[in-house]
């Protein structure tokens, strides 16, 4: 299969969510990946006071929500030298105007770096030659 960008999955990704974003004015978009390859991704909203939500409240435009998008890949620019981890792309919309922030996390696993320094073990042959 051809390597698809980073950049590319994640306009893929939001293009996804484009219809739930529609309307939203506040969340976290949720991104992991795995060898610099999107696995899971959609968003958390923010918990909603059901009893005194407002009918007026406004969310996001389809405009806005491409605003979004290109300020979640121009984001990337920020991810330095690691393939598996989340992005966490916290956006809320005040007085009409919106506000992204975005945060990495990397993630390592143990297991693979004492593998890698670890000594060719020994075979019973070996052993048994001594």
């Known amino acids: 299969m051809e390597q698809v960008s980073l950049a590319c999955q994640v306009d893929l990704a ?4 484009d219809g739930e974003l529609t309307g939203m004015s506040a969340g976290t ?16 909203h923010l918990p909603l ?3 005194t939500r407002e009918k007026d409240t406004v969310g996001m ?4 929500v491409r605003l979004l ?8 620019r920020h991810k330095k030298g690691w393939t598996h981890g989340e992005m966490a792309y916290d956006f809320v919309l005040r ?7 975005v945060q990495f996390e990397s993630n390592y696993n143990m297991a ?6 670890a000594p060719k073990a020994r075979n019973r042959r070996d052993v048994s030659s001594e």
């Open 14 to 17: 939001l293009e996804q969510l």
């Open 29 to 44: 978009i949720v991104i992991q990946i795995r060898n610099d390859e999107i696995g899971k991704f959609g968003i958390r």
């Open 49 to 51: 006071d059901c009893g």
């Open 61 to 64: 435009t389809s405009e806005q």
């Open 69 to 76: 998008r290109r300020m979640a890949i121009e984001a990337l």
């Open 95 to 101: 007085q009409g105007q919106l506000f992204v922030s």
């Open 112 to 117: 693979n770096v004492l593998f890698r320094r």
